[in-house]
């Protein structure tokens, strides 16, 4: 999966892939700032 990210950034599964990643990180991140502050 590498190697065809160098060769084809642009290829749109692995934008669509990285986007949904972003997106986990970000709910998980602000899940964890809201326990953080009710606790």
């Known amino acids: ?3 065809k990210y160098e060769q084809d950034p642009n290829d749109p599964e692995i934008l ?20 953080e502050r009710s606790s």
């Open 1 to 3: 999966m590498y190697q």
């Open 16 to 35: 669509m892939i990285s986007q949904m990643l972003d997106k986990l990180l970000n709910d998980l991140q602000s899940r964890q700032n809201r326990e």
